[in-house]
């Protein structure tokens, strides 16, 4: 029977395709360069983290904690997100979040959604708030089936209780350590050939349709 979903947030729990873009996003600017760097594993993902926040001082050095949750409060939950959870709470499933996006918004929406276990990557602040430039690295973006497999240890929930929801290759591990891994709205060929159901709608609702049908909703 199903015990736990794994969830993505950017993209999938979100509209927004990267909260730490949506932040570059309203400073007007980029984070290209950085980007490519880490793809090209010339920068691990604490000095990727660095190197976004002193593109944010650039605009504003006094940047706090306070500052980053006003800019991404607008961020909105992808449409069905309510109903979605609504449901898993009916069947008794547990639920987490499992994204290396920023726990602001990540800890926010989990609120919202009643979901269980929220584990996402933070900012260093000092104690006024202010950040230091130093990140929190809780979910490597390249290690999200580690992440998940100690959450299912310490939940005593094995992959074939868990199915999981992505929609990019960085979400392919998520899917290893499932018996149903979901691609919504899937990105690459990667996520599409590692995923046991695909869902192309801009609507949680099916995501929880295929849940609902553990694991007979395979193909």
């Not at 944010?56 to 607008?74: F, N, Q, Y």
């Not at 290690?143 to 100690?150: I, S, T």
């Amino acid at each position: 029977m199903l015990r736990l979903v794994a969830f993505d947030m950017d993209g999938t729990l979100l509209t927004v395709a990267s909260s730490w873009r949506a932040v570059h996003d309203h400073f007007g600017d980029t984070n290209d360069e950085g980007l490519r760097k880490f793809l090209a594993n010339e920068i691990d993902d604490r000095e990727f983290i660095r190197s976004d926040v002193r593109l944010w001082w650039r605009h504003d050095p006094e940047l706090s904690l306070a500052d980053l949750r006003r800019i991404l409060a607008p961020v909105a939950l992808m449409p069905g997100a309510h109903g979605l959870f609504a449901r898993l709470r009916a069947l008794r499933v547990t639920t987490a979040i499992v994204s290396g996006g920023l726990d602001l918004v990540a800890e926010r929406i989990g609120q919202e959604l009643g979901i269980d276990h929220v584990l996402a990557n933070g900012l260093e602040a000092d104690g006024d708030g202010r950040l230091t430039g130093d990140g929190i690295i809780r979910v490597p973006i390249h290690g999200k089936e580690g992440v998940l497999a100690a959450l299912q240890e310490r939940l005593g929930i094995g992959p074939g209780e868990t199915a999981s929801v992505g929609n990019s290759e960085i979400d392919v591990g998520l899917f290893r350590r499932s018996r149903m891994g979901i691609a919504f709205l899937p990105e690459d060929d990667a996520v599409r050939a590692n995923a046991t159901a695909i869902v192309t709608e801009r609507d949680l609702g099916r995501v929880a349709d295929l849940l609902e049908r553990f694991p007979s909703g395979l193909p």
